[in-house]
């Protein structure tokens, strides 16, 4: 449909909508309605397309209509969204609308479901459903919706509100009933925890691990103080070249000094202190020796 032909129709569905002046403050729902319908064509008009779509459905929500429904359809369309427009178009061929509408919402329809899912919901009377952007207060509606994962929730009249994931397939109708409330499902009780087993008071506390552990972490403490020395003769050389005027290049070469000093420190203390373990800590000799018994060689051993 052209935005000329869009305007023309419109103006027709304006008169419907409302028989105030649209000059006046709209008070009325179908005023607002219609407010928001007008804004919506200047919208589609300036080539806003999705903006244009979300008044319309806002006049949509106030006064359900076929005609404004329609229009959603040709501005969603407009912005590229296949669901959005597809789902509007059949909204309105369902609510009725001018007759020579109704052959261009058929062919954009025709054109947009074989790349779509549908999701067909069902609740209470006085619900409200809902599979964003789209709304509306029935028992039964049907979204389509590019295939996925798509939230859909529903308002009761008490004001209570749920919400389900629905897995839409290309071609296919996903039902969603929200008539009868899903019963709770228990979680299952937690496992016990296994017991730690208790610590033997009879091992050895592995300080040959404690040492070698100790010298690795020494050693990788003096390669970041070679690199830290490296980093800083650089920002010397930088202070140097600058005719001894930088200040951020002493300062950089001062905190990198002081901390490949830190790291040497550490590297030295923390190797000297597995070295120390090592010593200090090793394990026993084991004395094997061989004697010679009535029956042939034994072997005696202490560990």
């Known amino acids: 449909m052209t935005p000329q032909l869009t305007t023309l129709f419109a103006g ?30 200047t919208l589609y008009q300036q080539g806003r397309m999705r903006d244009a779509a979300s008044e319309f459905l806002a006049a949509f ?60 919901v069902t609740a209470a009377e006085g619900a409200t459903l809902e599979v964003s952007p789209f709304r509306r207060k029935a028992s039964i509606a049907t979204f389509h919706a590019l295939p996925g994962q798509v939230l859909v929730s529903v308002t009761y009249s008490d004001g209570a509100v749920a919400a389900r994931q629905a897995q839409v397939r290309v071609g296919a109708e ?21 017991e730690a087993p208790a610590p033997d008071a009879s091992a050895p506390f592995p300080w040959p691990a404690l040492g070698w552990a100790s010298i690795g972490v020494g050693a990788a403490a003096g390669v970041g103080a070679l690199v830290l020395r490296g980093a800083t003769l650089g920002a010397k050389d930088d202070y140097d070249a600058s005719g001894h005027t930088d200040a951020d290049a002493r300062q950089r070469a001062l905190d990198l000094n002081r901390w490949t000093n830190v790291a040497l420190v550490g590297a030295i203390a923390t190797g000297a ?15 094997v020796s061989l004697g010679l ?4 060689v034994q072997v005696i051993g202490r560990f």
């Open 273 to 287: 202190f597995g070295i120390g373990v090592l010593v200090l800590h090793r394990e026993p000799k084991r004395e």
């Open 12 to 41: 027709a569905c304006l008169a419907s909508l409302v028989t105030t002046p649209c000059l006046a403050e709209p008070t009325t729902r179908a005023e607002r309605a219609a407010a928001h319908f007008d804004t919506g064509l």
């Open 61 to 120: 929500e106030l006064a359900p209509h076929g005609d404004a429904m329609f229009n959603a359809g040709l501005a969603f369309d407009g912005a590229g969204d296949s669901a959005g427009a597809a789902t509007a178009f059949a909204w309105a061929l369902e609510l009725g609308m001018r007759g020579e509408a109704a052959p261009e919402a058929k062919a954009r329809l025709a054109r947009l479901a074989p790349r779509l899912g549908t999701v067909r």
């Open 293 to 296: 018994a009535p029956g042939g």
């Open 174 to 194: 996903t039902l969603i009933d929200f008539q009868t409330p899903s019963a709770p499902v228990a979680a299952p009780a937690p496992a016990p925890a296994p």
